[in-house]
């Protein structure tokens, strides 16, 4: 068992209360992985208070001094990555394959961003008279970094990454469900030698310390990953002096037109619906088959879902481990039973398993809903779980109009023969990412990253591309004069 603790001005620290929660192994939860405390309002603002003590430390550094914690963070990554993936599988029950290759990412994203320490460019403008008119970019000051347990090494490393390159504080509050991957993240950027005090890593429920992080006033902005309820909460509580770069979820639709081979539109379709068993902001949660290859597509999904080993993700032969936690298991058991309530076929789930659930752990099946109607609550709401609705559709415009009417608008997929009308779709679909012949998960670490409508406050992407640093950095104009 690892003990857990916070990270607080330079020392690993308790709550202040003494209070903790356990995390528990989804594939085996007798398997304790940790006890971590249970952070309360105090803990959040001496959180605060020792970052605004050391941040500006940080923001006067050689620049190439971030840029070596960085790259030595990746370093030490790739190095203990067998360890760092085995221990990733524990906590958050995604299998072992890709939990290393999460952590390979992560060393990419902090390399990535490495590069960036040494970009922070401003800009000089033409004036009249002998004077100087000059832009610099300076550090926004304090970066609140929420992030949440489905991918909790990947996504944080995005965020931290690019907030310490341009000489940032942060506080790092992880999901309480991957509290031990936050901590390793925070281990390994102090032994690639980032300063004490410039970083906190503080541990526990949102519902106890969102607010107090939120809206403390040193706090310059907040980066977030997760649901759109507490996005909206995010929202509310920051207040209008603060940037907000808020990352919700996704009802993501794969269109199948009428001249896709049916094999491949499955594999698509449930590479994106069941990897990371289906709990991936990006993942497939609806297949739209135009036409007569219905009855098709519907088998080749059927016998892609059957072929899904199920179990502990340490298992180099299982493909789907479990879902992160009890809650998470009750809350897509509810929705499959919202399907059954609602009269809808099941054409593979439970009851199609040639082998029973394992027991314990925290396990659902793959599970593929078919004739699934617009109105149903499983076409309308994320589920976040390896369940998947299929639907038919007369034509590419009853297709679309199907994908786009939802409140998401994340990552949307299309799988045809036809160019041209890829290309339309790619122009129509109202999703921030769109997919041609390829599944709706799985993005480039060099492109942006984020969504419309609910999924995203649409204010400034995330991962990379044109403009993404600007998110952690303030423009400050100089008049200069002689």
Not at 97 to 109: I, P, V
Not at 111 to 139: H, I, K, N
Not at 405 to 418: H, N
Request: with cysteine; proline share 6%.
């Amino acid at each position: 068992m690892t003990p857990g603790r916070n990270y607080v001005g330079g020392q690993w620290v308790p709550a202040r209360d003494g209070a903790t929660f356990e995390r528990r192994n989804p594939a085996d939860p007798a398997d304790l992985i940790g006890v971590f405390p249970a952070s309360k309002p105090a803990d959040a603002t001496a959180a605060v208070d020792a970052v605004e003590s050391a941040r500006r430390a940080w923001a006067k550094a050689d620049p190439e001094k971030r840029q070596r914690v960085l790259e030595r963070t990746a370093e030490l990554i790739l190095a203990k990555l067998d360890p760092l993936a085995r221990e990733l599988t524990r906590e958050e029950g995604k299998v072992l394959a890709s939990a290393t290759q999460e952590w390979r990412r992560t060393a990419a994203n902090f390399r990535l961003y490495a590069s960036e320490a040494l970009r922070m460019q401003g800009e000089t403008f033409s004036t009249a008279g002998d004077g100087l008119v000059y832009s610099v970019r300076e550090p926004v000051g304090i970066v609140l970094a929420i992030t949440p347990w489905n991918f909790p090494v990947s996504i944080p490393s995005r965020k931290i990454g690019p907030a310490l390159a341009t000489g940032n504080g942060v506080i790092f509050k992880p999901s309480e469900v991957t509290p031990l991957a936050g901590q390793r993240m925070v281990e390994l950027l102090l032994e690639a030698g980032l300063p004490e005090g410039v970083i906190a890593l503080v541990q526990g429920y949102g519902a106890d310390i969102g607010d107090t992080l939120v809206k403390a006033g040193a706090v310059g902005a907040v980066t977030f990953t997760g649901s759109y309820a507490t996005g909206c909460r995010i929202h509310q509580a920051a207040g209008p002096d603060k940037r907000l770069q808020l990352e919700m979820g996704g009802k993501n639709p794969c269109v199948v037109l009428a001249d896709a081979d049916p094999a491949r539109a499955a594999q698509i379709a449930t590479q994106g619906a069941f990897s990371l068993t289906g709990q991936a902001c990006t993942a497939t949660s609806r297949v739209l088959v135009v036409g007569d290859l219905y009855d098709a597509v519907v088998r080749e999904i059927v016998a892609k879902a059957k072929s899904y080993r199920i179990g502990n993700g340490l298992d180099p032969q299982v493909t789907m481990g479990p879902l992160a936690n009890e809650a998470q298991k009750q809350k897509v058991e509810a929705m499959i039973a919202v399907g059954k309530a609602e009269g809808l076929h099941i054409a593979f789930g439970e009851g199609d398993l040639e082998m029973p659930l394992p027991a314990p752990g925290h396990y659902v099946a793959p599970t593929v809903f078919v004739d699934v109607p617009p109105e149903s609550r499983l076409s309308r709401e994320e589920i976040f779980g390896p369940v998947v609705c299929v639907s038919k559709l007369a034509s590419y415009e009853d297709a679309l109009r199907h994908a786009n009417a939802v409140e998401y608008g994340l990552a949307a997929s299309v799988v045809t023969r036809d160019m041209g009308r890829a290309l339309s779709f790619s122009a129509d679909i109202d999703a921030g990412i769109v997919k041609v012949n390829s599944a709706t998960g799985g993005v480039a670490l060099n492109a942006p990253f984020g969504g419309f409508k609910h999924s995203s406050n649409q204010t400034n992407k995330e991962q990379a591309g044109h403009g993404v640093m600007d998110f952690y950095t303030r423009t400050k104009t100089v008049y200069l004069a002689t």
